[in-house]
């Protein structure tokens, strides 16, 4: 056995394991990259995975993966991107382990991320809102369900895996009420809910009628929804809310695209964006910025406070008082 292959067993297992406590999520995301990986390396090399050494993930072949995911597989850069970032992180770790290779770490390393072109956030309308929620069907116990959790999203902005790891204790209706959860990075947060928020969790609590341990919003088997499944039931509301509000026909609904619905009604509620970064859990409060772009309104009442240009009178300031006069000449 060569030493690539302890060297990948001990980042899964010591880096981010033990060192780094990384989180589910986070190791399926590595664990996939180095998948997609070892097969790309096993046809260009005609090596089985257990026979690759350091020496053949050089740059090279590195990028030719690269390539080869958004070329073959139409992966976007954003996914080359994160592809990139977990085979860097286990360069980073190889460099501590293997000084003998440090010329092949120190060249893939140096690969570059692709640029992103950024497109503008979608979110909805509180039309758009309305029309979702109205369509949820309250004679159903999935309906429901889909009720609470999209009233839960839309005022309180969880990701889609924050949605999923809720429990029952999680919601306190209580005096402060509130939605405890863990978010990236193994963080935790506390979010506020509103009067008609609390409404809501009441009423689908005392139906769920579980332990304080079990999933919030869980399968009719009980068990936890996955991302694919909370994602089809969006589509599903989606579709059938566009019929009575065609402008949902022309955005791509996500889970996401509720969690960008919260941020835009605390932003234009006039919430500061160093409180919203830290309602949504953002690591910087410059990721927050997006949504000021995004927003028309902000920037059409900046424009209202501009004077229109030629309506000011060119000249020298002069002050017409001689206490100013001379605080001017100091």
Request: aromatic residues 6%; positive net charge.
């Amino acid at each position: 056995m060569t030493s690539f292959a302890p060297l990948l067993q001990a980042f899964f297992t010591d880096r981010l394991a033990t060192q780094r406590h990384a989180s589910e999520n986070t190791v399926a995301a590595y664990r996939d990259t180095f998948k997609l990986l070892l097969t790309y390396l096993q046809n260009d090399t005609d090596k089985t995975p257990d026979a690759l050494d350091i020496g053949d993930l050089d740059a090279t072949r590195i990028g030719g993966f690269l390539t080869y995911l958004e070329r073959e597989r139409g992966n976007s850069p954003r996914t080359r991107n994160a592809r990139l970032a977990a085979i860097h992180s286990l360069f980073s770790y190889a460099a501590l382990r293997h000084p003998e290779h440090a010329d092949t770490i120190a060249r893939v390393l140096a690969i570059p991320a692709a640029r992103i072109h950024r497109n503008l956030v979608t979110w909805l309308t509180d039309t758009e809102t309305a029309a979702l929620l109205d369509t949820c069907d309250q004679d159903t116990r999935t309906g429901r369900r889909d009720y609470a959790m999209f009233v839960l999203a839309i005022q309180t902005g969880l990701r889609v895996s924050e949605l999923i790891g809720l429990t029952i204790a999680d919601v306190h209706t209580g005096t402060g009420a509130h939605v405890h959860c863990v978010g990236k990075g193994r963080k935790e947060r506390a979010t506020p809910l509103l009067p008609d928020t609390v409404a809501v969790m009441n009423a689908w609590i005392t139906e769920r009628a579980d332990t304080s341990d079990a999933p919030l919003f869980a399968t009719s088997t009980g068990r936890r929804l996955s991302r694919d499944a909370i994602e089809a039931r969006l589509r599903h509301v989606t579709t059938r809310a566009a019929q009575t509000c065609p402008a949902l026909a022309s955005k791509n609904v996500t889970a996401h695209t509720l969690r960008h619905t919260a941020a835009m009604r605390l932003l234009h509620a006039g919430v500061d964006a160093t409180v919203i970064a830290l309602w949504l859990g953002h690591e910087n409060v410059t990721t927050t910025s997006i949504y000021i772009h995004a927003d028309m309104t902000i920037k059409e009442q900046a424009i209202a406070k501009t004077t229109p240009p030629g309506q000011t009178k060119p000249g020298r300031y002069r002050p017409d008082d001689t206490i100013m006069a001379f605080l001017e000449r100091l």
